[in-house]
């Protein structure tokens, strides 16, 4: 008898919360793919149109075929060894532009060194505070070791504040 109420207060419940996420559903919902398919025998089956299969395939190839060209075009548009020693550089050959241009350049790599300094300065002040908190009495464990990156990690016993 036991067996039999839970498995049919499981099942009450279960129609219950599929009740409430239909009410819950909006009726202006709607997606493109509720055009193409339709329910038989409760289950979801998908209309495919007739012509349409050939004809997307022949677009596919088509674009296909221009990505093609255009990946050739940039793979053999670029200089060869032959062309670089026989033809002068094209381009910022003013010694302002240069110093401008490489200016930019470093930019990213001044901005990546700070990030990375200020990451050693976070984990030095982790440490530090494991150190701090590692003179209280409370009983505590390693969790895990002290690394380069990462300061050492401990559990702590809760104790009963009064």
């Known amino acids: ?7 049919y207060h499981k099942k009450q419940s279960t129609l219950a919360a ?11 919902e709607f997606y493109f793919n509720m055009v193409s398919s339709q329910l038989k025998d409760g289950v ?11 004809e997307n395939t022949e677009e596919q190839r088509k674009v296909m075929r221009t990505q093609d060209i255009r990946y050739e075009e940039s793979v053999y548009s670029r200089p060869t060894l032959h062309t670089l020693e026989s033809k002068t550089i094209q381009g910022a050959v003013e010694p302002l532009c240069i110093k401008k241009l490489a200016k930019q350049r470093k930019h990213p790599y001044k901005i990546l060194s700070q990030r990375i300094d200020r990451e050693k300065m976070f984990v030095i002040g982790q440490k530090i505070q494991t150190r701090k908190d590692l003179h209280d009495k409370n009983k ?10 990462a300061s050492a990690v401990y559990k702590f016993e809760a104790k009963r504040k009064r």
């Open 1 to 7: 008898y036991k067996l039999r109420a839970d498995d």
């Open 18 to 28: 599929l009740r409430k996420k239909a009410l819950d559903k909006n009726p202006d």
């Open 44 to 54: 979801h089956v998908a209309n495919k149109a007739k012509g349409t299969e050939e």
């Open 140 to 149: 505590k464990v390693k969790v895990s070791k002290e690394t380069v990156n």
